[in-house]
């Protein structure tokens, strides 16, 4: 069963830092492209970052230099390191296989004082 499922999302004070991860089951996610998404409320689900299986890497202007996407093979798992966070990066945040059109289930975001 193709499972993707993320983590670590919480409430964070403006200026903080939160990881996410992405626990993929059901297929190997190494071989694939692998992005992160977020929606906020009232707003398109919008892309925030992405990872090719040659591991480049490729980020929205908005968290340029503050996000950082990364993968871990051995455990088929996909990680957001989100710092310098903002007010307006408060949404739920999605994992997801573009070329299997797999989603997660989304984790909340809130960064707030």
């Known amino acids: 069963q193709v499972q993707l499922v993320e983590s670590g999302g919480g409430l964070v004070q403006p200026g903080g830092s939160l990881r996410l991860s992405c626990a993929a089951s059901?297929?190997?996610?190494?071989?694939?492209?692998m992005s992160w998404f977020r929606q906020a409320p009232g707003k398109e689900r919008e892309w925030v970052a992405q990872?090719?299986?040659?591991?480049?890497?490729y980020y929205a202007d908005s968290v340029k230099g503050r996000f950082t996407i990364s993968r871990d093979n051995s455990k088929n798992m996909v990680y957001l390191q989100m710092n310098y966070l903002q007010p307006e990066d408060t949404a739920v945040y999605f994992c997801?296989?573009?070329?299997?059109?797999?989603w997660g289930q989304g984790t909340q975001v809130t960064v707030s004082s």
């Open positions: 059901g297929f190997t996610l190494s071989l694939y492209t």
């Open positions: 990872m090719n299986p040659g591991s480049s890497k």
């Open positions: 997801h296989a573009p070329a299997r059109g797999y």
